[in-house]
Protein backbone atom coordinates (compact mmCIF):
# COMPACT_ATOMS: atom_id res chain seq x y z
CA UNK A 1 0.00 0.00 0.00
CA UNK A 2 1.64 3.25 -1.02
CA UNK A 3 1.52 6.63 1.38
CA UNK A 4 -1.87 8.78 0.87
CA UNK A 5 -3.41 5.49 -0.93
CA UNK A 6 -7.00 4.27 0.30
CA UNK A 7 -7.31 0.08 0.57
CA UNK A 8 -9.64 -0.08 -2.31
CA UNK A 9 -7.39 2.17 -4.26
CA UNK A 10 -4.74 -0.22 -3.68
CA UNK A 11 -6.68 -3.18 -4.51
CA UNK A 12 -7.44 -1.37 -7.82
CA UNK A 13 -3.82 -0.48 -8.73
CA UNK A 14 -2.36 -3.91 -7.41
CA UNK A 15 -4.88 -6.37 -9.36
CA UNK A 16 -4.16 -3.74 -12.39
CA UNK A 17 -0.18 -4.45 -11.83
CA UNK A 18 -0.36 -8.43 -11.33
CA UNK A 19 -3.25 -8.85 -13.99
CA UNK A 20 -3.56 -6.84 -16.64
CA UNK A 21 -7.52 -5.41 -15.99
CA UNK A 22 -8.48 -2.29 -14.33
CA UNK A 23 -11.22 -3.41 -11.46
CA UNK A 24 -14.26 -1.71 -9.83
CA UNK A 25 -14.79 -2.36 -6.45
CA UNK A 26 -18.29 -3.92 -5.59
CA UNK A 27 -17.61 -5.40 -2.21
CA UNK A 28 -15.62 -6.96 0.92
CA UNK A 29 -15.55 -10.71 0.97
CA UNK A 30 -13.39 -10.34 4.48
CA UNK A 31 -10.52 -9.51 6.65
CA UNK A 32 -8.11 -12.56 7.62
CA UNK A 33 -5.63 -12.70 9.73
CA UNK A 34 -3.59 -15.64 12.22
CA UNK A 35 -1.82 -14.38 15.38
CA UNK A 36 0.53 -17.61 14.32
CA UNK A 37 0.93 -16.37 10.88
CA UNK A 38 4.41 -14.66 10.67
CA UNK A 39 7.30 -13.71 8.96
CA UNK A 40 10.88 -13.39 9.23
CA UNK A 41 12.33 -11.77 6.14
CA UNK A 42 16.30 -12.14 5.55
CA UNK A 43 16.89 -8.39 6.11
CA UNK A 44 15.86 -8.81 9.78
CA UNK A 45 12.08 -7.55 9.02
CA UNK A 46 9.68 -9.58 10.92
CA UNK A 47 5.64 -9.00 9.92
CA UNK A 48 2.55 -10.27 11.11
CA UNK A 49 0.28 -10.09 7.87
CA UNK A 50 -3.41 -9.58 7.30
CA UNK A 51 -5.34 -9.17 4.31
CA UNK A 52 -8.31 -7.74 3.17
CA UNK A 53 -9.79 -9.34 0.47
CA UNK A 54 -12.05 -7.70 -1.74
CA UNK A 55 -14.73 -8.42 -4.30
CA UNK A 56 -13.99 -6.59 -7.60
CA UNK A 57 -15.54 -6.98 -11.30
CA UNK A 58 -13.23 -6.17 -14.72
CA UNK A 59 -13.91 -2.84 -16.42
CA UNK A 60 -11.48 -2.56 -18.92
CA UNK A 61 -7.41 -4.04 -19.93
CA UNK A 62 -6.21 -7.21 -20.68
CA UNK A 63 -5.38 -10.51 -19.53
CA UNK A 64 -1.11 -10.26 -18.66
CA UNK A 65 1.77 -11.33 -16.35
CA UNK A 66 3.96 -9.34 -14.60
CA UNK A 67 7.15 -9.24 -12.26
CA UNK A 68 4.71 -10.23 -9.39
CA UNK A 69 3.02 -13.17 -11.21
CA UNK A 70 3.52 -15.76 -13.19
CA UNK A 71 0.35 -17.06 -14.37
CA UNK A 72 -2.87 -15.48 -14.98
CA UNK A 73 -6.39 -16.78 -16.17
CA UNK A 74 -9.82 -16.71 -16.02
CA UNK A 75 -11.56 -20.14 -14.19
CA UNK A 76 -15.00 -21.08 -13.94
CA UNK A 77 -16.37 -21.23 -10.90
CA UNK A 78 -17.17 -24.70 -10.97
CA UNK A 79 -12.98 -25.31 -12.06
CA UNK A 80 -12.12 -23.28 -8.24
CA UNK A 81 -12.80 -26.61 -5.76
CA UNK A 82 -9.63 -28.50 -8.25
CA UNK A 83 -7.32 -25.89 -8.24
CA UNK A 84 -4.08 -25.82 -5.80
CA UNK A 85 -4.29 -23.50 -3.25
CA UNK A 86 -3.45 -23.15 0.68
CA UNK A 87 -6.10 -23.50 3.00
CA UNK A 88 -6.01 -19.58 4.11
CA UNK A 89 -6.74 -19.10 0.22
CA UNK A 90 -9.38 -22.02 -0.41
CA UNK A 91 -11.00 -20.54 3.04
CA UNK A 92 -11.39 -16.90 0.87
CA UNK A 93 -12.85 -18.63 -2.02
CA UNK A 94 -15.63 -20.66 -0.15
CA UNK A 95 -16.34 -17.42 1.81
CA UNK A 96 -17.31 -15.46 -1.81
CA UNK A 97 -18.78 -18.57 -2.97
CA UNK A 98 -21.24 -19.23 -0.10
CA UNK A 99 -22.17 -15.27 -0.02
CA UNK A 100 -20.09 -15.06 3.68
CA UNK A 101 -19.75 -11.52 3.02
CA UNK A 102 -20.85 -8.22 4.05
CA UNK A 103 -22.69 -5.78 2.41
CA UNK A 104 -20.32 -3.35 0.01
CA UNK A 105 -20.37 -0.02 1.30
Not at 19 to 32: A, H, L, P, Q, S
Not at 59 to 71: F, P
Amino acid sequence: MHIGESLPECAVRETREETGFDVEIIGIVGTYTNPRHVFAYDDGEVRQEFSICFLARPVSGQLAVSEESTDVRWFDPAEVDGLPMVAGIRKRVTDWRDGNMPAAR
